[in-house]
């Protein structure tokens, strides 16, 4: 619920007093979702000031009003691409320079399939070349009533110039749809997918029989799914196993220390992926434990791992993996990764309580998060008590409450904050890194 302000015009000592009574009694409700805990003021450039990490200047940077609520960003121009809604069923896709706030190429507006709400935004690498990816789930026309007629419409936007290629899959379930690896995957989060070439729009369904499914592993057609992309194939789950169509195995690259029939992906990026495991039987923390490592997604490699506490009841959605702009430094949840010095972190109380949500990473290994939240998008919106942490020696540090911490922060140092304004209206702020 909102705060409001709330103006009395004085027509009798006592209805004011009635209203003071009202007002105290029923208390000003809970922070709203991305609103800053003290009045937002502006600049000398008119960027609105919110209270961050001394590490930003908030006297400069850029601010983008109205936006979408995913944007994504080249890592080889620097180019921020968001989209902003044309009209009530048209969306364009726009980009701007992400240290400087400047204006670069936008698309043509269109309707997706699901015109009253945002499509969803991407990026996706070939080759070294990079491309935005918008897309959207929808009925084609009126009157569908056959799954042909539910598609996943996708517009492929070259970073460099914009240049567009539409492409339309017909998927007759709700899909889950990433761009892990050189290509965009479409699942149906079982065992049927899709993958497009951004390149040249070809599109490769591929089912379960395609799976590969390695020898011997009897829980590998059980609770089958497909994770992500890599280059050299798709990332598949069995129930207590993994593996890369016809490449690796995770029983073949298990973790020392752990049951080798026991992992489990549970979050994928660009090159890396994320598995749990069961601790070997007859360790000494086996029960109270698992390892969570990071894993090269092209050999299966551990790159770094730690151990953390059991959570006392399976949730229902694991911590998302989220990568600083370099990769060298990776968090998820209360877990933090060095991958330089191949140390990983669990930032939770000795007895598995009060863990720590850890948000987004930068370059410099300072990740930041909070105490208390419930996820990633709680601390974002300004849930629990704000923290930073420096991955490379595992210290942590309270910030002021009232701080907001970033969603991330680009190569070139800028951090990225959002916040609603009074009406409603969302915001995305760039605030370089202190001088």
């Known amino acids: 619920m909102r705060q409001k302000i709330v103006r009395l015009v004085l027509v009798g000592g006592?209805?004011?007093?009635?209203?003071?009574?009202?007002?105290?009694?029923?208390?000003?409700?809970?922070?709203?979702?991305?609103?800053?805990?003290?009045?937002?003021?502006?600049?000398?450039?008119?960027?609105?000031?919110?209270?961050?990490?001394?590490?930003?200047?908030t006297e400069r940077g850029w601010e983008l009003i109205g936006t979408s609520p995913d944007y994504a960003i080249s890592r080889t121009t620097g180019r921020l691409a968001y989209l902003v809604r044309e009209s009530e069923t048209k969306y364009q896709l726009r980009t701007i320079d992400s240290k400087t706030g400047r204006a670069g190429w936008h698309g043509e507006s269109w309707?997706?399939?699901?015109?009253?709400?945002?499509?969803?935004?991407?990026?996706?690498?070939?080759?070294?070349?990079?491309?935005?990816?918008?897309?959207?789930?929808?009925?084609?026309?009126?009157?569908?009533?056959?799954?042909?007629?539910?598609?996943?419409?996708?517009?492929?936007?070259?970073?460099?110039?914009?240049?567009?290629?539409?492409?339309?899959?017909p998927w007759n379930s709700v899909p889950t749809v990433s761009t892990t690896g050189p290509g965009i995957?479409?699942?149906?989060?079982?065992?049927?997918?899709?993958?497009?070439?951004?390149?040249?729009?070809?599109?490769?369904?591929?089912?379960?029989?395609?799976?590969?499914?390695?020898?011997?592993?009897?829980?590998?057609?059980?609770?089958?799914?497909?994770?992500?992309?890599?280059?050299?194939?798709?990332?598949?789950?069995?129930?207590?196993?993994?593996?890369?169509?016809?490449?690796w195995f995770s029983r073949d690259v298990a973790p020392k220390g752990t049951d080798k029939f026991s992992g489990?992906?549970?979050?994928?990026?660009?090159?890396?992926?994320?598995?749990?495991?069961?601790?070997?039987?007859?360790?000494?923390r086996a029960t109270t434990h698992d390892m969570w490592a990071v894993h090269d997604a092209e050999t299966g490699k551990p790159l770094a791992s730690v151990e953390c506490s059991k959570p006392a009841i399976k949730p229902g959605q694991y911590p998302q993996l989220v990568s600083a702009p370099s990769g060298s430094y990776l968090v998820a949840g209360p877990l933090a990764f060095d991958l330089a010095t191949k140390r990983g972190f669990c930032f939770e109380g000795a007895d598995g309580t009060k863990p720590l949500t850890l948000a987004s990473v930068n370059d410099e290994g300072t990740a930041y998060g909070a105490a208390s939240a419930r996820n990633a998008a709680d601390v974002l919106a300004g849930g629990g008590a704000p923290v930073a942490v420096a991955v490379r020696s595992g210290s942590t540090g309270a910030l002021p409450s009232n701080v907001m911490v970033p969603g991330m922060e680009t190569s070139d140092g800028v951090g990225l904050f959002r916040w609603t304004d009074e009406k409603d209206r969302p915001h995305l702020i760039g605030y370089p890194?202190?001088?």
Not at 199 to 219: E, H, I, Q, S, W
């Open 14 to 57: 006592v209805l004011v007093l009635a209203l003071l009574l009202l007002l105290a009694t029923c208390g000003s409700g809970e922070k709203a979702a991305d609103k800053p805990k003290k009045q937002a003021r502006k600049s000398e450039t008119g960027v609105t000031q919110l209270t961050v990490p001394s590490a930003y200047a």
């Open 111 to 169: 309707r997706p399939p699901s015109p009253h709400q945002f499509p969803r935004l991407l990026q996706v690498t070939v080759d070294d070349h990079e491309y935005f990816v918008t897309w959207a789930y929808g009925k084609v026309g009126e009157n569908a009533l056959t799954p042909a007629d539910t598609i996943v419409s996708l517009d492929v936007y070259d970073v460099e110039d914009g240049s567009r290629r539409r492409v339309e899959v």
């Open 185 to 247: 995957l479409i699942s149906d989060g079982r065992t049927n997918s899709a993958v497009v070439d951004p390149v040249t729009g070809r599109v490769t369904n591929v089912t379960a029989p395609a799976l590969k499914y390695p020898k011997d592993c009897k829980t590998c057609k059980q609770l089958t799914e497909v994770w992500g992309l890599t280059q050299k194939g798709l990332l598949v789950s069995g129930s207590k196993e993994f593996w890369v169509q016809g490449g």
């Open 264 to 284: 489990i992906p549970t979050s994928v990026v660009p090159g890396l992926i994320l598995a749990k495991w069961q601790l070997a039987k007859g360790a000494k």
């Open 433 to 435: 890194r202190s001088s």
